[in-house]
C-alpha cells in the first residue's frame, strides 16, 4: 500500500486596510478604507471615523475596484499609427514613448513655448497628481496657461469677490438649520453626505427647499420644490429681498456692521415684486413670498448652494446676491446659519510652492480657456492669439466629451498637425484623437493629499496597491520628460512625498496627517456670527466690481426672441446620477444602472411635439443635434429638456452627446462655460 498522500498546504491569505481618500470632490472627498488581499484591492468602504464620510460612500466610489481592474484598462504606452480617429494603435515601450514626445515637445518649444498647451482639470483634485510637477513642467517651459473654468468658476470668483474667498459654514452645522434651501444640487447624487445631514435636521424639523429647475431625486425627498426658469436664480435672489425690504425682515444691526453696499442693492431690490419675479422665474408670486417668509422668520436658516445653478451667463451675479442674503437676515449670528458654496478657500494650500509659477522667469505666457478649447484649437496665429497651438497634453480630464460646442472641439483634436498626448486609465473619446496615450495610476496606486469644497478636513490618500502593468503616476511621468527635454530645475524631480510635505502653508503637517488620515481645520464654529469676512473691508462686499443683479441667458425668448421661436425648449444637462462627469461611465455595472443616454420632456412639451415615452428623438439647435431617448417624465419642467450627461461620445447612437448642443460663449464673472444656457428643439426620429 502506499501511505496516504500529504494533504495540499494553502498559504493563507495576506490582508491589511490601508487608509485613502476619495479623489473626486463631489463636494465630499470621502475618507476610505481599503481592503488588500495579496496585493489586490478586493474593497472600498467609507471610514466610520471620518465625520463628513461617517462610513458611507456614494454608489460610483464604492465600484472603485471594478474601475481598477477593468478589462478595458490601459496598462501600457500606445502609439497611434492610422488616421487620427481610425482606433489604430501600437503598443511601444515607456523609454522610446517619451524619448519622442520630449524630442517632439523640445522641437516646438524651441520655436515658440506658447504653442504647447496643457489641459487638465478633475479627473483627480488631489494636490500632487493635479497641478503640482505638471505645473512646475509646463512653468518651466514657458507654455500657455490654461484657465481651468469648466465647472466652477463663475461661482467661485463671485463668492470670493462678495465675502473674501470660497467660504462657508461647516457641513456638519446643517443638522441643527431648522430651514435649508437647497438651491442649485441634486444632493442625493452629488453630494450625499450633506444630504444624511439634512434629513437629520428634517427629522428634527426642519422644512428642505429644493430649488432647481428639474424635479431631481433630491427635490423628491424636499418638502417644497421651486421649479423656477433655468437662469433666474439671480432674480429669484432680489425677490426675496424685496419681500425682506417691505416686510422689514431684515437684521439692521448686522447689515450696518458688517456689509458694504447695501443702500443701493436695496433700491434695485424695490422694483422686483413678487409679480415681476414670478413672471421671470417662471414660478408663483405666492412661492416667492412664502419663500421669503420662510427664510426670514425661521431661525437658524442655512442655504448649501452648488454650481449647478452658475452655469448660465449671469450665473456670477445670481452667486453675488445669494452669497448676501445670509447677510441681510443675520443667518450668519447661528452656527447653522448662513451658506456654503465652497468651503475651499479655508484650506491654507500653498500653491507657490506646488506650482512654482516663479519659474516662469518673469515670462507672460497666453492664457487659453479651456471652455473654449473647440475655437482655440481651429484658430490661426494672428495679433490677440498668438501662435497657432501645435501641442496639447491631457491629463485628468475628456475634453472631447466634456467641453462645449464639441463639434468644434472634436475638429480641434482631428488636426493632423496637432501633436496630442493624452495620460489616461482608458481609451476616452479624447484618447481616441491622441497621438500617444499614456497608462496613468489611479486613486489606489499613488500617494495623494486632498482638500474639499464641501468640507473642512484635509486628507491623505496612501497607495493602497502597486501601479498595474506600465501604469505611472502623473508625476512620474512629467518628472521623466523634463529630464529627457534636459529642463535641470531641481524641484522637478521632487518626489511625491516632498510635494505632499509643500501642499499646505500651516495647519496641515504632513507627517500629523500621515498618522492621523485626515486633519479637521482649526476654524471657528460659526465663523461670519461677529462679521471677520476675509475681505479687506472685513465685510460683505455686495458692490464688489459693481452692483449685482439678474443678468438674461445667452438664450432665451428676451435676449434672443428670433433664436427662441425656431428653438422654443430651453436644455439644461445635469449629470447622470451614477456619473461623476464622464468618469466612471465605462464602467458596465453604472451604465447598466443608467440605461442610456436620454432626454426628459414635460407630458406637455412631449404631447405637443407627438412625442412617446421610450421614442428615439432628435434634439437640435444651429450648433448640431444629438439623437437619443425621450424620457416622459415630471422630472422636466414645461419648456425645459434635460439632457442627462456625461456620456461618452461613442456610447451615443451618432457618436454625439449632449454638447454637441452647447456653446462656447462665457459667463459674466469667471469667464466659465454656459452648459445650462441653451435652447434646442426636440422632433420625434424614426429608429434607423
Not at 159 to 184: C, D, N, P, Q
Not at 417 to 443: C, G, I, R, S
Not at 546 to 559: K, Q, R
Not at 598 to 626: K, S, T, W, Y
Amino acid at each position: 500500500m502506499h501511505p496516504a498522500a500529504a494533504p495540499e498546504t494553502v498559504a493563507p491569505v495576506t490582508t491589511r486596510t490601508v487608509r485613502a481618500a476619495c479623489p473626486h470632490d463631489c463636494p465630499d472627498t470621502c475618507a476610505i478604507r481599503v481592503t488588500v488581499e495579496d496585493g489586490r484591492a478586493v474593497k472600498v468602504q467609507g471610514d466610520p471615523d471620518h465625520p463628513p464620510t461617517h462610513g458611507a460612500l456614494c454608489q460610483k466610489v464604492s465600484r472603485y475596484p471594478e474601475r481598477t481592474y477593468h478589462p478595458e484598462r490601459l496598462l501600457q504606452p500606445l502609439r497611434r499609427v492610422g488616421p487620427k480617429g481610425s482606433g489604430r494603435y501600437e503598443p511601444v515601450g515607456w523609454d522610446e514613448a517619451l524619448d519622442d514626445i520630449a524630442a517632439r515637445l523640445s522641437a516646438i518649444a524651441e520655436r515658440s513655448p506658447e504653442a504647447i498647451v496643457p489641459y487638465s482639470y478633475a479627473g483627480t483634485m488631489g494636490l500632487v497628481q493635479g497641478e503640482s510637477i505638471a505645473a512646475r513642467f509646463f512653468n518651466t517651459l514657458g507654455a500657455s496657461r490654461l484657465d481651468r473654468t469648466i465647472c466652477a468658476s463663475a461661482g467661485g470668483e463671485a463668492l470670493a469677490a462678495t465675502y473674501g474667498a470660497k467660504v462657508g459654514m461647516h457641513l456638519e452645522h446643517f443638522a441643527e438649520s431648522r430651514l435649508i434651501l437647497i438651491w442649485g444640487s441634486n444632493s442625493i447624487a452629488s453630494n450625499l453626505h450633506f444630504w444624511t445631514l439634512a434629513q437629520q435636521a428634517k427629522r428634527n424639523g426642519a422644512k428642505l427647499v429644493c430649488i432647481d429647475p428639474r424635479k431631481t431625486e433630491t427635490a423628491d425627498k424636499c418638502h417644497q420644490h421651486i421649479a423656477l426658469l433655468p437662469g433666474t436664480d439671480g432674480a429669484l435672489a432680489l425677490g426675496l429681498m424685496h419681500e425682506l425690504v417691505v416686510n422689514d425682515w431684515l437684521d439692521h444691526d448686522y447689515i450696518e456692521r458688517h456689509t458694504s453696499g447695501w443702500p443701493a442693492l436695496r433700491e434695485r431690490a424695490l422694483a422686483w415684486t413678487p409679480e415681476r419675479t414670478a413672471e421671470v422665474c417662471g414660478i408663483s408670486p405666492e412661492e416667492v413670498r412664502q419663500l421669503a417668509r420662510d427664510y426670514a422668520t425661521t431661525r437658524p436658516a442655512a442655504i448649501r448652494l452648488n454650481y449647478g445653478m452658475q452655469r448660465v451667463r449671469g450665473g456670477g451675479n445670481a452667486v453675488r446676491l445669494i452669497a448676501v442674503l445670509p447677510c441681510l437676515t443675520g443667518a450668519w449670528r447661528h452656527r447653522a446659519g448662513g451658506l456654503l458654496l465652497s468651503a475651499s478657500g479655508w484650506f491654507p494650500v500653498d500653491r507657490q510652492a506646488l506650482q512654482r509659477p516663479d519659474l516662469l522667469r518673469g515670462r507672460q505666457p497666453r492664457t487659453i480657456n479651456m471652455s473654449t478649447i473647440g475655437d482655440d484649437l481651429l484658430r490661426e496665429a494672428g495679433p490677440g492669439f498668438g501662435p497657432r497651438i501645435e501641442a496639447l497634453i491631457v491629463y485628468n480630464s475628456n475634453p472631447v466629451a466634456v467641453a462645449p460646442e464639441s463639434a468644434k472641439v472634436v475638429r480641434g483634436f482631428q488636426r493632423e498637425d496637432l501633436f496630442t498626448v493624452v495620460l489616461e486609465h482608458f481609451m476616452t473619446d479624447t484618447a481616441d484623437l491622441a497621438d500617444y496615450v499614456l497608462p496613468a495610476t489611479t486613486q489606489l496606486e499613488h500617494l495623494d493629499v486632498h482638500t474639499s469644497y464641501g468640507h473642512t478636513y484635509a486628507l491623505i490618500n496612501e497607495p493602497a496597491v502597486a501601479p498595474l502593468g506600465h501604469a505611472r503616476s502623473n508625476t512620474q511621468i512629467f518628472r521623466e520628460l523634463a529630464a529627457r527635454m534636459g529642463l535641470r530645475e531641481p524641484c522637478l524631480q521632487d518626489s511625491d512625498e516632498a510635494v505632499a510635505a509643500a501642499a499646505f502653508s500651516r495647519d496641515v503637517d504632513f507627517q500629523a496627517l500621515r498618522q492621523q488620515h485626515w486633519i479637521k481645520l482649526p476654524l471657528p464654529e460659526a465663523p461670519f456670527a461677529e462679521g471677520g469676512f476675509p475681505t479687506a473691508s472685513g465685510r460683505c462686499e455686495i458692490a464688489a466690481g459693481g452692483l449685482p443683479d439678474h443678468v438674461p441667458n445667452h438664450e432665451s425668448a428676451t435676449t434672443a426672441p428670433e433664436l427662441a421661436r425656431r428653438y422654443p425648449l430651453a436644455m439644461i444637462s445635469p449629470p447622470a446620477r451614477n456619473f461623476l462627469n464622464s468618469t466612471f461611465v465605462n464602467v458596465k455595472s453604472l451604465r447598466d444602472i443608467e440605461g442610456e443616454p436620454l432626454v426628459e420632456m414635460h407630458p406637455d412639451d412631449a404631447a405637443a411635439r407627438g412625442i412617446a415615452d421610450g421614442q428615439l428623438v432628435r434634439v437640435f439647435n444651429d450648433r448640431g443635434e444629438h439623437r437619443c431617448t425621450a424620457r416622459i417624465s415630471g422630472r422636466a419642467r414645461p419648456g425645459v429638456v434635460n439632457g442627462l450627461g456625461v456620456w461618452w461620445r461613442k456610447f451615443g447612437i451618432d457618436g454625439t452627446n449632449v454638447n454637441q448642443l452647447t456653446h462656447q460663449r462665457l459667463t459674466d464673472i469667471g469667464r466659465a462655460p454656459c452648459f445650462y444656457d441653451v435652447l434646442v428643439e426636440v422632433r420625434a426620429e424614426k429608429a434607423a
